[in-house]
Structure formats: C-alpha cells, structure tokens
C-alpha cells in the first residue's frame, strides 16, 4: 500500500487579503513511485510573497500559472529526504530539493523541469550547510538577490545603493552583497526592530522605516546626493522615491512589488517616469528564473561569505505544515524576518 | 554702432497650452562683438517638442532649465552665417551651427558650451548637406534617434520594433534605422496622412493611427507575437501599451513624452510595471546630449543614407522668425510632419 501524505490545497481565490479559511489540509493516498520517480518526506518547505500571485484566477500575463482549485499545491520549493527510489541516482536518505512543496510526503519524478523549467529533483550536499539553506542564500534566494544587484543593477564603482524590504530574504541578500563588495548601502523596512537590525547586524550604512515618514524624504536625508542603485522589492511609493533620487545614469532592478500583490486592480506606476529621460536612468525587471546560470556564482561567493560568517541569514521558522497559509499570511503581511520557512512535522 | 536684432522673447509661462499670447518680438540693439565673439545672422532656427519642459518656472529637475522670461531665449539651435568675426577660424561668410536660436542676428561666443554643455559655435559644410540638415539627421536630433535605438533599446538580432511617433522629426530616423538595418519595425502616428507616409515613403512594415482605436490593441493586431523594441516618444497609454506587448529581453528606450509636456501635474506611469519583472523587461531613458561621441558613427551611417536617397527625412518649414511660437504650437498638437524649422526672414 502506499504512504499516506498530508496535502495543503487551496479551496478558494482570496477575496481581498488571505485567509486561512482559503485553505484546507487535506490527507491523500499517494501511488507507489513508478519507474523514474522517488518518495520524498519533506523537511522543509518554502514561503514567499511572490505566491500571492498565483492566488487568483489570472495572474499577470507572462508569471508563474495560477494554482488550481481543490489540488496539492505544485512548484513550491521544498527540501527532504528520499524514502523510497525508483529512479537512477537517488537513494533512500539522500537530501534532495525539489517544487514539491506544502505537504509531507509527496512523489517527485527526476529529471522533469517544474517552476518555470529550472527546479527537479536534485541531491544536496549537507556538508556544505544544512538542508534548509538551498531554500535560501545558496538557492532560487541567493541566485535572485545577485542576478538582481549584479546582472540587472549592473553595480559598479563606487554606486550608493538603496535596497527596500532589505531584512526580507532577498533584501538582506542584496544589501550584503553590495556592502560585502564595498559599497556605500541604505536598506529600508517596515519596524524600528527591523532598522536596527540592518543596522546592527547587517552594518548597513543607513536604514529606515518606511513607517516613520515619506520615503523620498527618508531617503534624501541619508544620502543628500543621491543614489545609484535601486534594489526594488516593494514597487509603489518607493520606486517612485528612486525614480526621483537616482542620479545620472542611475539603474533600478525590480525584483517584486510586494505592495502591489494584495491589489485586485491595476496599481498606477510612478508618476515621475519622465525623470527616467532627464537623468539616463535605466528600469530593469527580473526574474531569478532568468538568471540560474549564475548559481555557481552564488555558490562562489556567497557560500564563502556564509562559511566565514561575514554572510548573515535569517530565518523565520513556522513549525508545522497545517500553518503554511498562516505562515504566507505573515510574509505578506511583512510580519517576518528573513526567509520564511515552514518545518514539516 | 551694432546691429539691430530681432528676438523672440517669453512674458510668461504658459497656464495650460502654450499660446502666442505667452511670447513677443522685441527689437534690441546687439553691441559690437568682442574678441573670441561672432555677429551670426540665422538662417533657420529650430523648434522641438521638448521646448514645452522650459516653460515653466520649475521643470522636471535635472532636465533643461527654464527660460527667463524677458530676455532673449538661449540653447536653441540655430544655423546662420558669419556676419562679423573677433574670434580665430571664423570668417565672414562662413556656415555655423550654435545654440543662439529665436533671433534673427545674434553675437555667439566661441568655445563656450551651451545647451547642457554640448553645443557650441561650429563651422558645417554645406557641400556635405544643405545648412538646415544639421538641426536634423546630421546633428543633435540624428545622435538621439541612433542613441535611443542602437545604445539605450540595444536593437539586435531579429527584433521586432515599434517607434511611436514615427512620422515625427526624432521617430522617423529611429524607425528607418532600424528598418535600414534589416528589422521588421512598426510605426505609430495620430493621422492616417501619417501612416501613409510611414508606409509609403519610409516603407515601414505595418503602421496605425492611435487615433483609430486603443494603442494594445491595434498594436496587437499588427505584431500578434509582442514586440522585442520599443522607442517611446509619447508616454502615456503608448508606454503602457508597449510593456503588455514587450516580450521576454524586451527593452524600450524613452526618449521624451509628448503626451505628458501639457500637463501641469505629475502624470501616472504606466499601471502594468510588473510586467518589467515577469518578462525581465528593461525600460531605458536617455538624453541625445548624452551620447554626443556617436556623431561621428551618425554622420557615417545616416549620412550614407541620405547621400544615397535611401533614408527620407522630412521639415515643415515655417515661415517668419515671428511665427517660431506658432510653430512650437503646431509640433506640440502635432500639427507638423518631420523636423520642424523656422526660416529666420
């Protein structure tokens, strides 16, 4: 007989901001692996804001399919333990990453792309850190906070550089990677416990709560002349308080806009694009997806810094997997700190 | 004793559309010039949608400063002959190009930056093209049409482009250079003289009226696969079209927005800006004065073309110089075809 597995399914698109009720645990017979595939027990499965995205009917044209209704939830990353192997290569104990998340058991075929063709099943190596990190800094997170600063900021020189949403898991990742790299960095966020944060452990140049006033006006006061790298994970009010601070040939990569996600209704852009022509400012949007060619990069570099410790990595854990939807409720509700994980139980 | 002058001076900031109530002509005697000084007598003076930005007492910062109001308007191009030299390698008789417009004599210094610090009193060869062609495709608005296509939208490969206000003095160069280069390039202008223009005489591959129906839409009918390019010399529902139909690498270059120099509050960007994240999309603002260096590439490659007939390049010649506010009237309600010029009488 086969494993028994318990399965988040969505049973409703969110009607305004999510809710647990949207959600139900549902537990299912899962089929014996065939020829090809494993059984994996999930340790620990992903949470992230961009998932607000595929809770509607349609999402932006172009961005990752909707989740269906009445159905476990796939690619969302997860790491786990192989238990049972019917494909070549993998054995029972093996660590593995995968999209096949919020749920504790599930059958996982090697080889075949999910999440916009790039994550199967792959074995991880523990030595290196422990399993819940390829879910952070030395996977999709750490390859997007540098495709993003790197790739799509082009930073260089001596660029000032301003991250938004900087204690958030790929905000924190940015901001250290241009710091680490010798930059003058301001990172904003949502409390004072936040800020100081940013300021205290990640040695941050300048931080400040978006809270605590107008954005534009927070952001002239810690760098008078200005910025020229944009890390954006917010959109709204703060790219627009970019667009107006960005020197000459400024950049900003736009990662998200986490303030937009709750929005059922086309959210105007910034009101100030013409400054875009006046000052050679370049907007570019990307997604980590794009640029996994870069993990070896990350790897590289990253990796080093977080073995050295120089590389700090937060992590906000949700114990058990019936609290995922709760746990996606408090991310987008910027009520953590860091990646947001849920521990499988 | 000096020479009397004729110029167009501004009384005041227009409230709302500019009308020629806003602008007199004063007659002023010139001193005599001093040593490194010319006495120039225009021949053609220029008119540029982009004027609209000065005049207001406070434009988009970091762009064009105001014109003062009473007082003889600088930093318009203007071409003219020598009248009188103190200044070494002018002589009487000579062919110039310099930034000392809306007048009908004036006293231009040499070696003195103008008009963000490019233009400056030069000698031109009128063998090469007649006078009036280096207010256009062999001068400043040459390097911005082959700047904003070839620099800021990288135009590469089998792109897909689309210029809006293609009939227009800047969008016809950047339509036809990337049509001479071989691309399948899309047009789009506010008449339906204007697209058979855009189709007949600059032989583009599809074209339409945005007077005729919503811009995605007709843009879709034309390019039902997206587009790669986008050269935006409109802003507005143009832009916000452009990012639904960019494909994945897509990239647009900003060149000014017609549709936003009337206002006179801050105007919404486009309300779809996650598209730029969802198809890693880059949006690209840039300034001709910025890539001055490409002339020398312009006049090789633009001028090759209009040597040999192959690029067609339009004026709508006005007049008078006492009819230059009439004609920044006309551009900015789109009211000519091509660059528009004012011969100075």
């Known amino acids: 007989v086969g494993q028994t597995a318990r399965e988040i399914h969505l049973v409703e698109y969110p009607k305004g901001e999510v809710s647990p009720d949207n959600f139900v645990t549902v537990e299912v017979e899962l089929p014996d692996p065939e020829p090809g595939q494993v059984l994996v027990r999930n340790t620990f499965t992903s949470v992230d804001p961009g998932m607000r995205l595929r809770l509607r009917e349609s999402g932006p044209a172009g961005y990752f399919n909707a989740f269906p209704l009445n159905a476990a939830m796939d690619d969302i990353w997860a790491v786990g333990e192989v238990v049972e192997s019917r494909a070549d290569g993998f054995e029972p104990g ?11 058991y599930g059958i996982v075929t090697a080889g075949k792309p999910a999440l916009a063709g790039i994550a199967t099943l792959a074995k991880i190596d523990t030595a290196v ?11 999709a997170m750490g390859v997007t906070a540098y495709a993003g600063i790197v790739d799509a900021a082009e930073l260089r020189g001596d660029d000032i550089v301003w991250v938004s949403a900087a204690a958030g898991a790929v905000g924190s990742l940015a901001a250290q990677i241009a710091k ?23 040695g941050l140049d300048a931080a400040f709560s978006y809270r605590d006033g107008p954005v534009l006006a927070q952001l002239r006061a810690v760098a008078p002349d200005g910025i020229d790298v944009y890390f954006d994970n917010v959109g709204g009010d703060h790219l627009q308080a970019a667009i107006a601070a960005l020197r000459n040939w400024g950049r900003a990569a736009l990662c998200g ?23 050679n400012l370049t907007l570019r949007g990307f997604r980590g997806s794009a640029y996994q060619h870069r993990l070896p990069d990350v790897v590289r570099e990253l990796g080093g810094w977080l073995a050295d410790g120089r590389l700090k990595y937060q992590e906000t854990i949700i114990d058990g997997l019936d609290r995922a939807p709760e746990a996606l409720m408090r991310v987008l509700a910027g009520d953590t700190t860091g990646k947001a994980l849920v521990r499988v139980d």
Chains 1, 2 share one sequence.
């Open 94 to 104: 093996d660590a593995v990453w995968h999209a096949t998340g919020w749920r504790d």
């Open 129 to 139: 850190a422990p399993a819940e990190k390829y879910l952070g800094p030395l996977g």
């Open 180 to 202: 680490l790299r010798g930059h003058f960095v301001i990172g904003s966020a949502g409390s004072e416990t936040k800020v100081r944060f940013l300021l205290d452990e990640l």
């Open 257 to 279: 806009a986490i303030s937009e996600y709750e929005s059922t209704s086309p959210t105007p852009g910034p009101n100030n694009m013409f400054q875009l022509t006046a000052n």
